[in-house]
């Protein structure tokens, strides 16, 4: 495969990636409006862990 078109799929797939991401950061907005306030002000470390939960919450509400 010429290089041109190795670069052209992964900009596909990198495309298709972070749709997935946005997609899924939107359904943890929506459930936990807490990111939305004062996440801002917050380290990261304490925001990346909080996002974790968050995570974790809502594959357990999606399988429960």
């Known amino acids: 495969m010429p290089q041109g078109e190795k670069k052209k799929l992964f900009v596909k797939c990198q495309e298709m990636a ?7 950061f939107g ?3 929506s459930r936990f409006t807490i990111i939305y ?3 801002h002000n917050w380290q ?7 996002i974790f ?3 974790i919450l809502h594959n ?4 429960g």
Do not use: C, F
Not at 18 to 24: G, I, L, M, S
Not at 44 to 50: D, E, F, P, S
Not at 60 to 63: A, P, S, Y
């Open 37 to 39: 306030g004062p996440s």
């Open 27 to 29: 359904e943890l907005k």
């Open 53 to 55: 939960a968050y995570i």
């Open 60 to 63: 357990m509400i999606v399988e």
């Open 44 to 50: 990261l470390g304490t925001m990346k862990n909080i």
């Open 18 to 24: 972070k749709k997935d991401v946005e997609r899924a």
